[in-house]
């Protein structure tokens, strides 16, 4: 049992309970929530899932989960559709009267929250996986960063815990006083499934610098673009990839015509959206994320499973899956030059690749395990 990790009393759990998990991408239910709802599937419980789109409803109810599509905007703030998307939930709550809430991701948390005071008799969780634009912005919208806070801390009141994914974000909770003293608990990341992101030999050649991402100017995109013409001066060899998810409606997206340039300048081969990121890290000798900050990022943990060395900032979340000089490097957020010069280590000592590589394996298999996380959000949920 992890410490402090208080757990519900099982006498007072059904022995077969009715469970909604609500996402703001439907998604993300099947690659980073789908081995949590694989366990309370095996325990024969009920489970109830909640997303804005429908696009993985067959695969959902293909394992005998319940899918409900309530469209909602994943960003931004605007009061009436966020009235509306509120009552939708109330009003499903209210008709389905599940035994446990379990919401991620900004919206579902707060909304999911606030209509759980609505009903009674839901043990109601809450996850933190990120913070986002409102928070990496450096003063910029403050308006929307106290907004946002207030809606937290009113939401959270009827959360029995919530869970954080780095330390930073907790701690940032407790500091605003968005929770109280023994609510929040931190667990690393979504975890990983070692048994699907197996192993893969380093290919041979030039190194091969990958990174996947939202197309959200946050994420590090314009340093990753920028530190590859640092290196394509001196390295024309070098290979620099990139898997990039659209986004609508948040203020820091980045346009379609923007990755077209860089392809077109030949910086970066670019490839679009895919269902399976395995075969890409694969064929990558270095994952390579230079985000501002994050909840715990998965597709490092993904590509320390497959065994590849990382680059990724001293930003919350990025910094606690690498070690630096042990798995891989850690850089400043914004800092390309210094980004160019971690690339540029790779190159000087090609050895490191797979030493590196070998070390992200064992870390993501002693901590990341995504059974080992699972467990334990499990146990302190009671189920």
């Not at 701690?171 to 992101?197: A, C, H, P, R």
Request: charged residues 25%; glycine residues 8%; proline residues 4%.
């Amino acid at each position: 049992m992890h410490p402090g990790a208080k757990i519900i009393d099982r006498k007072a759990v059904k022995d077969v309970a009715k469970i909604m998990i609500i996402a703001s991408l439907g998604q993300s239910l099947i690659r980073f929530r789908g081995d949590l709802i694989d366990t309370w599937l095996e325990k024969g419980h009920q489970v109830l899932a909640v997303a804005p789109d429908n696009d993985v409803r067959e695969q959902l109810e293909l394992k005998g989960v319940k899918f409900f599509s309530i469209p909602f905007e994943r960003a931004g703030i605007n009061p009436l559709k966020d009235l509306k998307l509120l009552w939708q939930l109330i009003k499903l709550l209210r008709h389905n009267k599940p035994d446990y809430l379990f919401s991620y991701t900004a919206k579902p948390v707060i909304y999911g929250s606030l209509a759980s005071f609505f009903i009674s008799g839901c043990h109601v969780f809450a996850m933190i996986t990120g913070l986002g634009y409102v928070f990496t912005t450096d003063g910029e919208n403050r308006w929307l960063k106290k907004l946002s806070c207030f809606l937290y801390r009113v939401a959270l009141i009827r959360s029995e815990r919530v869970f954080f994914q780095n330390p930073d974000d907790l701690q940032l909770f407790y500091s605003e006083k968005l929770i109280k003293n023994d609510q929040g608990l931190l667990v690393n990341g979504s975890g990983v499934n070692l048994d699907y992101f197996g192993i893969e030999n380093i290919p041979g050649g030039a190194p091969v610098f990958l990174m996947i991402a939202r197309l959200l100017k946050e994420k590090g995109f314009h340093e990753y673009i920028e530190a590859a013409q640092i290196i394509k001066k001196q390295h024309p060899q070098v290979i620099f990839k990139l898997i990039a998810w659209q986004m609508e409606g948040s203020p820091s997206v980045l346009s379609a015509d923007t990755l077209k340039k860089w392809h077109e300048k030949g910086i970066v081969e670019i490839f679009g959206e895919t269902d399976d990121v395995r075969p890409y890290i694969a064929a990558a000798s270095v994952y390579v994320l230079p985000s501002y900050r994050e909840g715990t990022p998965r597709t490092v943990l993904e590509a320390m499973a497959m065994g590849r060395a990382i680059i990724t900032t001293d930003a919350p979340g990025c910094r606690e899956t690498v070690i630096d000089g042990l798995n891989g490097f850690l850089v400043p957020v914004k800092d390309s030059n210094a980004l160019a010069k971690a690339m540029e280590r790779f190159i000087a000592e090609p050895s490191l690749i797979e030493k590196m590589g070998a070390e992200s394996r064992k870390i993501a298999a002693e901590k990341y395990d995504v059974h080992k996380v699972n467990r334990l959000i499990n146990e302190v949920m009671g189920l």
